[in-house]
């Protein structure tokens, strides 16, 4: 069992900057690709990044590219989502989620442990 925290959601203007945060717990936190997603009401959840166990490895949606940023410190079991330029179409519930497979994945039902979601809106 893993437990996910995450953390550094608000409301910021377009242009700004806010970078969430993603505490785990429980089992070996390397042992997990991780990956961030979004959702909005009414809509699926939405694939925005992953990084490997070992952090040398990332992948992103395209709406996101150079201008968000995952990474990972495994030494403080910890994930995080830099982003950059965030836009009004960011806005969204972000949740992190741990995946045992040690793939890149980017669908949602393939992951194994969820946070509960920190809530991102940008204001234009």
């Known amino acids: 069992q893993v437990q996910l925290v995450e953390s550094g959601g608000g409301l910021v203007q377009a242009g700004a900057s806010l970078r969430l945060s993603c505490a785990a717990s429980?089992?070996?936190?390397?042992?997990?690709?991780m990956g961030w997603f979004r959702q909005v009401p009414g809509k699926e959840r939405e694939f925005v990044a992953a990084?490997?166990?070992?952090?040398?490895?990332?992948r992103y949606t395209d709406s996101v590219k150079g201008r968000f940023t995952i990474s990972r410190d495994n030494a403080k079991n910890m994930v995080y989502l830099q982003m950059n330029n965030l836009k009004p179409e960011d806005t969204a519930v972000y949740y992190c989620?741990?995946?045992?497979?040690?793939?890149?994945?980017?669908?949602?039902?393939?992951?194994?442990?969820w946070g509960q979601g920190t809530q991102v809106t940008v204001s234009s």
């Open positions: 989620a741990a995946d045992s497979t040690l793939e890149l994945l980017d669908r949602a039902y393939e992951y194994d442990y």
């Open positions: 429980g089992r070996t936190f390397s042992n997990y690709a």
């Open positions: 990084i490997s166990w070992s952090g040398g490895s990332t």
